[in-house]
């Protein structure tokens, strides 16, 4: 919905009220016996909402997994996640809540930490392959990817995310290049 001034005042698009983009629940538009229905109705149980929450959390494990995997393999933004979430699930009951983006870049915050602190198998056809280009600001990063020899995959296809391990993310301060100009 375009308008020619939107509700700051600019042009673009017009805010609308967050009812608005949530939606009615996809449930009450589904015929019994459609494939709507039947598709909801497999979500929900993959989702298992009612399932057993992790330690010290509320949010069951079902939920993290399909938050985890809207981001990481559908490529879903962190902040379109409760979005995307809404349109499946149709409007939330009082008992049931969905998370914030916040919350699901903690749980993939966590997911990275404990891959990164998983023990490898120990063997002695590693191969590591060192980044140490990525600067942001004063920050550099220096990345370690590994790889087993047994597992290449060449030539099927080129090195993936899938096929690698980060083995290490170490950052440094890099401090300022000396200005030629003097003061």
């Known amino acids: 919905m375009r308008s020619g001034r939107g509700a700051s005042g600019g042009g673009g698009l017009a805010r609308r009220a967050p009812a608005d983009r949530i939606g009615p629940s996809t449930s009450s538009r589904c015929r019994t016996g459609s494939s709507c229905a039947k598709k909801n109705a497999v979500i929900s149980d993959r989702w298992a909402t009612d399932g057993e929450p992790p330690a010290r959390g509320s949010t069951p494990v079902g939920i993290i997994e399909v938050c985890h995997r809207l981001v990481v393999q559908a490529g879903v933004s962190l902040r379109a996640v ?5 349109i499946f699930c149709g409007l939330p009951d009082a008992a049931t809540s969905l998370p914030e983006a916040t919350s699901v870049r903690w749980w993939l915050q966590r997911l990275g930490l404990f891959a990164l602190c998983e023990a490898l198998e120990v063997a002695d056809d590693w191969v590591y392959l060192i980044d140490h280009s990525v600067q942001i600001g004063t920050v550099k990063v220096c990345v370690i990817l590994g790889l087993r020899l047994r ?12 096929d690698v391990c980060v083995l290490a993310v170490i950052p440094s301060n890099v401090p300022r290049a000396k200005s030629s100009i003097r003061s």
């Open 82 to 86: 409760p979005r995307v979430l809404s």
């Open 151 to 162: 597992d290449v995959p060449f030539p099927a296809h080129a090195l993936r995310h899938a």
